[in-house]
């Protein structure tokens, strides 16, 4: 009989073979001395192709950058940080199988999830089983650290949180909806789970801020949608004052050139919540006046030295500005690199122990710090705003800052309704 | 001595077994049985697919329904219906086997490509069907949370170990059950079926029948497939249901060999191998498993182990060749 | 399901001229890339899996001539000829060997070249999205017909597209070149026993259904973000329209295409979640009841 088994078993030899080879050198280090300056293996799994290739890109600069400083300084007594990407090419299960290699094959002590939010659900399975430190950067779900049932002790999350946006969006919506009479609203917004709890956060806390506003309608686009022209059509029957989106990047831009030859911005005030994102705004070849939209990320938001120069730096090593996934991954480094030398180690529990309740200095905190919260295991205090746009730097000449005060009154409140708290 | 066909195979199917309990000592490390676990699901899928297409002859672009399907339903069972896992297990095959019963009834009437893409639009029907249906489904994101897995029979699923000495047994006797319905007088009504339906008309036998059957057997390991991939990831997602994972059965049949029994095994082996190595090389993964892919459609026709076997025939050795890839059936 | 919005908008002038004519504006593009689908399955009996990267190829020409000299009729014209050149030696190098060969493995030549253009065109143009914007010429406020609304550009797309398919429609049924197209479909072994050098009408078909892809990807641009991939979701749409329209028929892909237009311009006032089912659902009762598609061909 065909021996397949013993071609396999040779064919997987030899690349263990090739592999362990290549891995040494790689780390271009004496054989002799790679005990004692063992690398800090971090794992990130990621997006790294199709549509939101993007995400990961930025992403990994962003790690990429915090790492070389971080090195740069001497890392963790002699042991420096290096960084192994993995693209699941967007699909959960691959993203699972990724996390599972880097760890249990690649020997990461620590993974950055990197993942969008559907990745990230699969990849906290996996840590629920491994136990190995995780920070998600990217996943901006609030269940996934909100509920106590998918929490899990070694996760944590650097990533802004659909609430804190939603009571944000609605505060500033309400009160533009005030000065400006916008009573009718319309939401157009992708169909999956971002976009549709998104928006129904956003439309609830709206009626709480100005209850006078009166929804006449939800268009619901599919992720990647190319052509919008149902849902221009659907929106300029009902004639809304206001629109409320929460589309992103290409799919954003294609629904704001294809709006705007209809002339619906001309009637309509679109508040679209992912507009102000360096990538997004200068793609928008014809950015229509008096977009309002979140501070995704904005290099002059926080108005601080700290701030503009990360984004220089960012800009001068990758040649573009960075993306609001950037931040969040530069965050994620800076907690991680406080714990590490806190601890003095990279055990997974210690790390966890040193990363409750810690409070750093950082260039994206609304006052200048930034807390990873212990009960939940998110960060809060980070600066998020929202302001009109203009075609030209610096695209959001104003912005109005959220209250973190309000932001976690309405979230304890909001947590105690679904059930987590 | 004269051993039954069957006798044969079962003693293999139990060495196989035993190889395979024992390999975790070689290869120690949770890497090597995450492989064989991921591969065991793929293995039963694309075999299950291969009744259809190789020995049926019925080329189905929507075998992934049925991946999905048990994926899910295996997993909700779990999650939300909180019984035990042989009952769950046993759940979906029935509701594998009834699903595929009722979309065979319609597609097998269709010939040739129509039955190709009508098994598709089912196909996407149910993918949309979980992207719509969030409460249920969770939607985009899958089945958050975790799949419980209580003990039975003192099998622990949580146990990485139990995992994989179950996925190890449920596949090696989901092949042999495969092999045992295929080499059986059904198996060989089927493939006269796939070669020359008229004639089997003549002999009494209705052809739809025989289809029918093929479709719904091929319908319920395809749904043990998914269940196994549903423990490996504690979850379910829409991707199980997409179209990509019928394109990637096809391509693992044809990577192995169509003709050849073990040939979706061999491929399946061949993918994932290729599949993991390429992703840590290179982040251009497309390009490569492209290029790979177009010289084995343009070169190795017969697959691995088709061309494997031609070569080991050419050489004078058991006189077995690997038969000639299957041609679509009533395309005269 | 909100079928009372449903029934509002079809008690409304104004609603149902705008979803009808949304509806066009979707499906005419749509019209284009299923034509060539349409064709090369009723001359070469081979579905071109690929074809959507054939849109995608065409989009981003047309992307990169516009930007290189600020042309649109340029890029158009450019985009359209570059993917039918690049359709044709991708015939003649790859596809042909695979004419006659089991459904599959044509299917896996495409899928390979999918996977290689997908990653080819990130390498080149980058992963990020890219945007061409609305040329001069179009940026004009739309026109209002009967309540209705109806932005220039579309109406420009419109206009286009029915030209196109009027002359698709002469040079299959009254050309020279048309008979021997149609008669290269029926019999291809007698075509060639009459001196007709059949892969020259093969290369050309494909030619031709790339050129029309290609045509609709530069269509596309000004109102399209364009990224690696984007090709795959005008794939699924175009196949339904050719399935349901019938394989061969152009007329079909038309009708298809309308018909698709017109289910996602309604569907999405009543059913706005599950449109895409909506589709998928139409497609399987067409091919329940008529497998062959609406105009299609028997066998």
């Not at chain 1, 996943?139 to 009571?167: C, M, N, W, Y």
């Not at chain 3, 060539?36 to 071109?48: D, R, Y």
């Not at chain 3, 047309?62 to 290189?68: G, I, W």
Request: aromatic share 10%; glycine share 12%.
């Amino acid at each position: 009989m065909f021996d397949t088994k013993g071609t396999i078993r040779q064919r997987r030899n030899f690349i263990k073979a090739a592999g362990a080879l290549t891995g040494a050198a790689g780390l271009g280090v004496p054989f002799i001395s790679r005990a004692q300056n063992k690398p800090i293996r971090i794992g990130v799994p990621t997006i790294l192709s199709g549509r939101v290739a993007q995400l990961g890109i930025s992403s990994r600069n962003a790690i990429s950058m915090e790492a070389e400083k971080f090195n740069a300084a001497g890392g963790l007594g002699g042991r420096k940080i290096e960084i192994i990407t993995r693209d699941s090419k967007g699909k959960p299960d691959e993203a699972a199988n990724n996390t599972r290699q880097l760890i249990n094959s690649e020997g990461c002590e620590i993974i950055i999830s990197a993942e969008s939010s559907a990745g990230a659900f699969a990849v906290q399975e996996v840590i629920r089983e491994l136990k190995v430190l995780c920070i998600h950067t990217n996943s901006e779900t609030s269940s996934l650290s909100a509920d106590p049932k998918i929490r899990v002790p070694t996760a944590f999350r650097t990533a802004r949180q659909g609430i804190h946006d939603a009571i944000v969006s609605a505060s500033y919506a309400g009160s533009v909806a005030k000065a400006k009479g916008l009573k009718t609203w319309m939401s157009c917004s992708p169909d999956y789970a971002y976009g549709r709890d998104n928006t129904s956060l956003f439309l609830e806390y709206l009626k709480r801020f100005h209850p006078e506003v009166e929804l006449v309608g939800e268009a619901w686009p599919k992720l990647f949608q190319p052509d919008y022209t149902e849902n221009i059509t659907k929106i300029l029957q009902a004639k809304p004052q206001a629109l409320y989106s929460a589309l992103w990047a290409g799919d954003l831009v294609s629904f704001v050139d294809q709006a705007s030859i209809y002339g619906l911005f001309m009637q309509t005030s679109l508040f679209a919540i992912n507009m102000a994102d360096y990538t997004t705004l200068t793609a928008v070849k014809n950015l229509p006046a008096g977009i309002h939209s979140a501070t995704r990320y904005i290099k002059t938001f926080p108005a601080s030295s700290d701030n503009a120069a990360w984004a220089d730096s960012y800009k001068a090593e990758y040649g573009d500005y960075p993306t609001n996934w950037s931040w969040e991954n530069a965050l994620a480094v800076g907690f991680l690199v406080s714990a590490m030398r806190k601890t003095k180690s990279t055990d997974a529990t210690k790390l966890a122990g040193a990363l409750r309740g810690m409070k750093i200095k950082s260039p994206f905190g609304a006052d200048g710090t930034i807390t990873m919260r212990a009960e939940d295991q998110t960060t809060i205090g980070y600066a998020l705003g929202w302001g009109m746009t203009i075609p030209k730097e610096p695209y959001v000449p104003n912005v109005t800052p959220g209250d973190w005060k309000t932001i976690l009154e309405y979230e304890t409140e909001w947590k105690k309704k679904m059930g987590y708290a | 001595m004269i051993r039954s066909p069957i006798a044969r195979d079962a003693l293999i199917a139990v060495a196989a077994i035993l190889v395979l309990a024992v390999l975790p000592l070689v290869f120690p490390g949770q890497a090597f049985s995450d492989f064989v676990i991921r591969l065991s699901a793929f293995a039963i899928f694309a075999t299950s697919l291969n009744l259809l297409i190789g020995y049926g002859g019925m080329v189905s672009f929507g075998h992934g329904l049925f991946y999905g399907l048990g994926a899910y339903s295996f997993a909700l069972l779990l999650q939300k219906g909180g019984i035990s896992v042989p009952a769950a297990f046993a759940l979906t095959v029935t509701i594998g086997g009834a699903v595929a019963a009722v979309i065979g009834a319609i597609c097998i009437r269709l010939k040739e490509i129509y039955f190709s893409f009508l098994t598709l639009a089912f196909q996407m029907l149910l993918y949309s069907l979980i992207i719509a249906w969030t409460p249920l489904t969770g939607g985009d994101q899958g089945l958050t949370g975790g799949v419980p897995r209580p003990p039975f029979l003192g099998i622990r699923l949580d146990d990485p170990q139990h995992l994989y000495l179950f996925c190890c047994v449920v596949l090696v006797v989901s092949l042999f059950l495969m092999r045992h319905i295929v080499e059986s007088p059904f198996g060989y009504t089927l493939r006269m079926v796939r070669d020359n339906p008229r004639r089997v008309g003549f002999l009494g036998v209705q052809a739809w029948r025989i289809r029918l059957l093929a479709f719904v057997v091929a319908g319920i390991f395809g749904s043990i497939g998914g269940t196994l991939m549903s423990l490996y990831v504690s979850s379910a997602y829409p991707d199980f249901a997409y179209w990509t994972i019928s394109g990637e059965g096809v391509f693992m049949i044809l990577l192995g060999g169509i003709g050849v029994f073990l040939g979706p095994l061999v491929g399946a082996t061949l993918l994932l191998l290729l599949s993991d190595t390429v992703t840590r090389l290179t982040e251009y993964f497309g390009l490569v498993l492209g290029v790979v892919i177009l010289c084995f459609a343009l070169g190795l026709r017969k697959g691995l182990l088709g061309f494997a076997l031609d070569a080991w025939a050419k050489r004078g050795g058991a006189g077995r060749s690997a038969p000639r890839p299957a041609v679509t059936a009533g395309k005269d | 399901m909100d079928f009372e919005a449903l029934l509002s908008c079809f008690s409304s002038p104004s609603c149902v001229i705008t979803q009808t004519t949304g509806g066009l504006i979707s499906g005419m593009l749509l019209f284009l890339v299923a034509a060539g689908l349409s064709l090369i399955f009723g001359t070469l009996k081979v579905v071109n899996f690929m074809h959507g990267s054939l849109y995608m190829l065409g989009a981003y020409f047309a992307y990169t001539v516009y930007a290189l000299s600020g042309n649109y009729a340029l890029a158009v014209a450019g985009a359209a000829l570059g993917v039918g050149l690049f359709a044709l030696i991708f015939e003649r190098l790859l596809m042909s060997r695979v004419y006659g060969s089991d459904v599959l493995l044509q299917l896996l030549v495409c899928y390979g070249v999918i996977l290689i253009l997908d990653d080819a065109v990130k390498i080149i143009w980058g992963a990020q999205f890219l945007s061409m914007g609305m040329p001069p010429a179009f940026q004009r406020p739309p026109l209002f017909i009967a309540g209705g609304v109806l932005p220039v550009f579309y109406l420009f797309l419109i206009v286009i597209t029915l030209l196109v398919a009027a002359g698709l429609g002469f040079l299959i049924a009254g050309t020279r070149i048309g008979k021997i197209v149609r008669a290269a479909a029926i019999n291809p072994t007698m075509t060639s026993a009459l001196g007709i050098n059949t892969a020259v009408v093969f290369g050309g078909v494909f030619a031709l259904g790339g050129l029309l892809a290609g045509l609709a990807g530069a269509l596309a641009v000004p109102v399209r973000s364009l990224v690696s991939g984007m090709g795959f979701s005008i794939l699924i749409e175009s196949f339904i329209v050719t399935v349901i329209g019938g394989m061969g028929s152009v007329a079909g892909a038309l009708v298809g295409a309308l018909l698709i237009g017109l289910v996602r311009s309604f569907g999405t006032i009543g059913f706005p979640l599950f449109t895409d089912g909506l589709m998928f659902l139409f497609m399987t009762a067409v091919l329940i009841v008529r497998p062959s598609g609406l105009f299609g061909k028997e066998g």
